[in-house]
């Protein structure tokens, strides 16, 4: 149980478009939802917060208006690169928070590896 | 915020033993994870440490000192298939988890 289904896996964009990433719980209702910025070698980094109905948390540095968040239900939530750089190039994860959730670890999807040309 | 440091890379023999160790600094906690990540995929999740002492799993274990502020995740009975980055990752209050930089684990024949 408890699956997180992330599309696509790679997407390859010229600079200047836009490209949304799809994060969905298969079976499960995730009231929260945390996307993250992964470069090569390098740790995962949050870049924001999002919680269903709501706008979402975005952390220090990460510009909202470039990545657009949207989670309008419970098992879904987006993520938009608005006008794509090449130093947007990178492996982006979402995870997903259960209700309730105590001991049980966050629910990774399999990720996106963007590549800006 | 979060301080998570971890050593950069090991290397050790299949069959052996070797112990990654992470300190923390940590202005709310709520949890220590250690995650594994083979290169191009998503983390997988490896063990949970809330409380002090050793959580066994297999052939895996992990040890959390929160008073230390220090977790290790030692694996036993290395094999070939071992060889991934390892996180050791930090949850707050409000289930952010913040990564160290991840250990990067060379297994050799």
């Known amino acids: 149980g408890a699956v997180v289904s992330q599309h696509p896996s790679r997407v390859i964009c010229k600079s200047g478009t836009s490209v949304k990433i799809e994060c969905r719980s298969l079976?499960?209702?995730?009231?929260?939802m945390f996307w993250y910025r992964q470069f090569p070698k390098q740790s995962l980094m949050l870049m924001a917060t999002?919680?269903?109905?709501?706008?979402?948390?975005?952390e220090q540095g990460v510009e909202k208006d470039k990545f657009l968040i949207n989670h309008a239900s419970l098992t879904l939530s987006t993520l938009t690169v608005t006008s794509a750089h090449p130093e947007d190039s990178s492996f982006y994860i979402c995870?997903?928070?259960?209700?309730?959730?105590?001991?049980?670890?966050?629910?990774f999807g399999n990720g996106t590896r963007l590549t800006v040309t | 915020g979060q301080n998570i440091d971890q050593p950069t890379e090991m290397t050790a023999t299949e069959g052996a033993i070797v112990q990654i160790n992470c300190t923390y600094q940590?202005?709310?906690?709520?949890?220590l994870f250690w995650y594994q990540q083979h290169a191009g995929e998503a983390p997988t999740f490896l063990s949970y440490?809330?409380?002090?002492g050793l959580e066994e799993k297999g052939r895996f274990s992990s040890f959390l000192s929160r008073s230390k502020g220090y977790s290790y995740l030692l694996l036993k009975e290395l094999q070939m298939k071992d060889s991934a980055s390892y996180l050791c990752?930090?949850?707050?209050?409000?289930?952010?988890?913040?990564f160290g930089a991840g250990t990067t684990v060379t297994v050799r024949a």
């Open positions: 079976d499960f209702q995730a009231t929260t």
């Open positions: 999002s919680n269903e109905g709501s706008k979402a948390t975005y």
């Open positions: 940590t202005s709310g906690f709520n949890g």
């Open positions: 440490n809330v409380l002090d």
């Open positions: 990752a930090v949850r707050d209050g409000d289930y952010k988890l913040s």
């Open positions: 995870s997903a928070k259960t209700p309730g959730q105590g001991s049980e670890p966050l629910h």
